[in-house]
């Protein structure tokens, strides 16, 4: 967990390392998931890949940042429960009182925060892979609306 200069927190989910078979023997390169968020209601996730790990770190992270998305919030949590099914990974996040905390697991967990929700109850079911449920978990704050009363 990392701050940058313009106070965007940076948290790296997976570093993956791959391998490719060549002629001339193996090729290896490195596949990082970020999450980058400014914990007021935006938050972006990128992939960066590369031959070192700091340089895929820097083509996420400026892939999240392009593509960082706004959470609606009520007070500290979200305003309705949504359940997201997205390939194998299902996710359930669900609005908590004030006080309560976040209570996610480690992907969801790490999407949250960097969007700047303080209480939230999350399930994540399906699947244990971390990239499917950061992508599951973005989709479901995506589709998070808040209802106004006066329209």
């Given at each position: 967990m990392t701050y940058s200069n313009d106070d965007i927190l940076e948290k790296v989910i997976r570093v993956n390392r791959v391998s490719k078979k060549t002629t001339?023997?193996?090729?290896?390169?490195?596949?990082?998931?970020?999450?980058?968020?400014?914990?007021?209601?935006?938050?972006?996730?990128?992939?960066?890949?590369?031959?070192?790990?700091s340089s895929a770190v820097k083509k996420g992270s400026a892939y999240a940042r392009k593509h960082m998305i706004s959470v609606p919030m009520?007070?500290?949590?979200?305003?309705?429960?949504?359940?997201?099914?997205?390939?194998?990974?299902?996710?359930i996040l669900k609005p908590a009182p004030g006080g309560t905390g976040i209570r996610a697991g480690?992907?969801?967990?790490?999407?949250?925060?960097?969007?700047?929700?303080?209480?939230?109850?999350?399930?994540?079911?399906?699947?244990?892979?971390?990239?499917?449920?950061?992508?599951a978990t973005l989709k479901a704050l995506q589709n998070l609306r808040i209802y106004d009363k006066n329209k």
């Open positions: 001339g023997g193996n090729r290896i390169g490195f596949s990082v998931l970020i999450v980058v968020g400014d914990r007021k209601g935006r938050v972006g996730v990128g992939l960066g890949k590369a031959a070192d790990v009520v007070n500290t949590t979200i305003p309705h429960e949504v359940r997201v099914k997205k390939g194998a990974a299902k996710i480690g992907a969801v967990r790490a999407v949250v925060e960097a969007a700047g929700i303080k209480d939230i109850v999350s399930k994540i079911l399906g699947t244990d892979n971390k990239a499917s449920n950061v992508y």
